[in-house]
């Protein structure tokens, strides 16, 4: 019989208060202090993308030539397509109560990792690139209509800065006051967008034909099925631009939460962002009907202030301040969290501060020295190739290890140790990393942005038509159960229940190594 003491606590202990600011980096969250449920991983990730940066994605099959029936046509299966792609990505963090970076050590090692966290980075520096410039477009736009203020870089550069530092402070205070601050904007923006439904119902026409026309004839002319499936595509990229973060939000859900219901959330948060992208769809009709010469310049911020009525000037920049705080907190937070686990010498909030200014850097350089704000949104297309095969290796990798995660082991890294279940050949999974290699590249070089980017192999797609998203997430599928097969993981990467459908090879029984204080018995993998 055990003589161990049985403790018997006196009361739950209570989650930290709003005001309080975040200490935990990426170890596993206390059992006690999951206290988020699956709405609130709606409302980060519905906040994250209920904004202006949104409504601009939104606007491209218009810009692309598309009539309105068509460009609606697309966003609804490219937003599809992402929320069905991105659900799964909920699932890791009430398991592992960490970051999705750090979970993705058990299929990419625990070295191999960093290829989560520097995909984080860029997609982070992205879209909070784009939300940042779009809403500081529009708020500096809209209060020159409103009060006269000046519109020249001086007072971009007022609001850009505005926004770094609202957001910055927001990140640092941590999850609970990010998730305050998004209760809040999800309904005041959803209800100041509804409010557009007003200010332009008398201009919109649904019957807007675009360069193709709004039938059936649109189908055979030269170059529409490139313009459809490159809107699909820009849509796409925007629900599966959060599958880096999704696991920051999610950890704090309680482990034995359904899975389904987390995945339900994220998918759902998706398919709400239709209010922001219907937002870029309708108003960019109107643009181009009214304001033909904005239009040829792509400049959305500038056409949508031109065509707006003079009492919605105060909505639309409401929209931009509160649009470019979410999206630039949820880019933001998960960054700095991830950087503190990569160099665990920085806590979160000092990761955070880092990160933040070297975010607001490239903001600003990008925008006045090499001015290529034209060029992100291409950026951001080129990220998500990369991303995608990452998440297919992520979810396989799931299914075959049945949902079972060592939590102890993928903290390997972050204790400065060697060794463990999800150590492998030296800390990387090459099955894990070939795969997201291979199929990452070959995405790359189909990518068709004509004027932007355009990879060596995309002439050899018909019509122009971009097929580069949906190539690396069937290739990368495709690889890594193939190299599953055949070179098998170690038995004790697996669970107790063993490996579902792929084979497994005899137990690696590696112990964990403090890289400073030598061995550590106690923490021995069994195999």
């Not at 950890?251 to 709400?272: C, D, K, N, V, W």
């Amino acid at each position: 019989m055990s003589t161990e003491p049985i403790t018997i606590p006196s009361a739950t202990p209570t989650p930290p208060k709003v005001t309080e600011v975040e200490q935990h980096g990426v170890e596993p969250i206390p059992d006690p202090e999951r206290s988020a449920r699956p709405l609130d991983l709606f409302r980060l990730t519905f906040g994250g993308a209920n904004t202006i940066a949104t409504v601009v994605l939104g606007s491209f099959p218009i810009l692309f030539g598309l009539s309105f029936a068509h460009g609606l046509m697309a966003t609804l299966l490219g937003l599809l397509l992402g929320a069905v792609v991105l659900a799964p990505m909920a699932l890791f963090g009430p398991r592992n109560g960490t970051s999705n970076s750090v979970s993705s050590s058990a299929h990419l090692g625990v070295h191999g990792r960093i290829v989560g966290s520097f995909l984080s980075l860029l997609t982070a520096l992205a879209f909070f690139s784009i939300s940042v410039w779009s809403s500081g477009d529009v708020l500096v736009g809209g209060a020159n209509r409103a009060v006269g203020l000046p519109e020249n870089d001086l007072t971009l550069a007022l609001a850009y800065g505005l926004f770094a530092v609202l957001v910055l402070v927001v990140c640092i205070y941590g999850f609970r006051f990010m998730l305050l601050v998004n209760k809040i904007a999800v309904i005041a923006a959803t209800l100041l967008f509804l409010l557009g439904i007003v200010a332009f119902a008398g201009d919109f026409d649904p019957g807007y034909a675009g360069a193709f026309g709004s039938g059936s004839e649109a189908f055979g002319e030269p170059g529409f099925w490139a313009a459809f499936v490159g809107s699909a595509l820009i849509v796409m990229s925007n629900p599966v631009s959060f599958g880096a973060f999704l696991g920051d939000w999610a950890r704090y859900i309680p482990r034995e939460t359904p899975g389904r219901s987390s995945m339900a959330a994220a998918f759902l948060a998706q398919i709400a962002t239709l209010v922001p992208f219907c937002f870029g769809l309708v108003t960019m009709t109107i643009i181009a009907t009214r304001e033909p010469e904005i239009f040829a310049s792509g400049a959305y911020a500038s056409g949508l202030l031109a065509i707006a009525p003079g009492w919605y000037f105060a909505p639309v920049a409401l929209i931009a301040l509160i649009g470019g705080m979410s999206t630039g907190t949820t880019a933001l937070y998960g960054t700095g969290l991830d950087f503190s686990s990569v160099f665990p010498r920085f806590n979160r909030v000092q990761s955070t501060v880092l990160i933040g200014v070297f975010a607001t850097g490239v903001i600003f350089i990008g925008r006045f020295v090499f001015d290529v704000v034209s060029s992100i949104s291409a950026f951001a297309v080129l990220i998500i190739s990369c991303t995608v095969p990452w998440m297919m290796v992520m979810m396989i990798g799931w299914y075959v290890r049945r949902g079972w995660y060592d939590s102890d082991s993928l903290q390997v890294f972050n204790r400065r140790q060697r060794g463990g279940r999800y150590w492998f050949a030296h800390g990387w999974n090459w099955r894990g990393l070939a795969a997201w290699l291979i199929a990452a590249a070959v995405a790359l070089t189909f990518v068709n942005l004509p004027g932007q980017f355009v990879g060596p192999a995309a002439p050899l797609i018909p019509g122009g038509v971009d097929v580069s998203i949906p190539l690396g997430m069937g290739l990368g599928a495709l690889l890594y159960l193939g190299l599953l097969f055949a070179f098998p993981e170690p038995r004790d990467a697996y669970g107790p229940e063993g490996a579902r459908l792929v084979p497994t090879g005899p137990p690696a029984n590696t112990p964990v190594i403090s890289v400073d204080d030598g061995p550590a018995p106690a923490a021995t993998v069994v195999g």
